[in-house]
């Protein structure tokens, strides 16, 4: 080993940063006959196996009324855990997977899965659904004001109303240190040192929200202060998906009324309001479209939203930050 290795700059930040893991990966590409790692020919291997476990266990309760009288109503409720030691493709970058050196779904040490066990990327321990129909009892053949002429009929006549509400428990996350401490292919979890932190949202300075607060991580090395810190040298840190995001409520309403125009022709008016009561979702830092799990990022534990309404419900749901989406829309049946 040369001296200008050992005494540069990034020899110094390793040793400050305890990045153990990074010094043994710059020594071996630069002295392959030290023999730090097998098949030293290779600059990456790709390996793929089946070796993966994963566990649910659920209970899932439905009530349902049907239609009669005009109502419909249906709820749903699951209660589950979800385990396993790795939730996404490694390889499929589209599915979530695609795993670099700082994703943190990545594993922090691949030859010891054991150390992956944990809560599921997607794990929501309560989940309750509740849709509903209710078609207004007034206008021409219902219970109230059922002889109405035709002319008052097109106004209180024909309405309907209908609602999909969606509530669940966040997502499990899991917290980088921002440091190769272990090993030279993937960044270790930060360790906390102390009592857990709260994941609960708190305001903070700048957009959004904070799903961490930053003062936990004042002082990453001092391990006499309580907070998140960067583990010791060799050290892969806490255990995966130990932190819950935040939960997630959504309520959907739409307005329907028909107009009878003659015996055949109808005309159908529409209102439909996603996220109708402009209720903000926030996502875990991993999947905010502001934020960064890493204990070392500028914007570490910021949870924030999407600064444009999406196209669809289904993009609603899936990001968990938009605001309300208004619609309207008229059908003519024949």
Known sequence: MTAAIVNSTSTRTDISQNGAGNFAGRIEQDFLGLKLRPNQQFAAITYIDSGGDSYYHGLQVTLRKRFERGLFFGAAYTLSKSIDDQSVDPVGAASGGGLSTINSRTPADTRDWRLERGLSDFDRRHVFTAQSVYELPFGKGKPIAGNVNRALDHLIGGWNLNGIFTGMTGEPFSVRSGVFTSNFSHQSRADVIGPMPSTDLQPGPAIGPYVLQPSLVTD??????????????????????????????????????????????????????????????????????????????????????????????QTVIQTGESGRVIQFALKLLF
Request: hydrophobic fraction near 35%.
């Open 220 to 313: 990453v090395y001092n391990r006499n202060t309580p907070g998140l810190k960067v583990p010791l040298p060799g050290s892969v840190g806490i255990g995966r998906n130990v932190f819950k995001g935040p939960g997630y409520w959504n309520m959907d309403l739409g307005v329907t009324k028909y107009f009878q125009l003659t015996e055949d022709v109808k005309m159908q008016f529409r209102a439909e309001g996603f996220n109708a009561f402009n209720h903000a979702n926030f996502d875990h830092p991993v999947a905010a479209s502001v934020g960064s799990p890493s204990i070392l990022s500028t914007v570490f534990g910021q949870s924030c939203c999407a600064t444009v309404a999406p196209p669809s419900t």
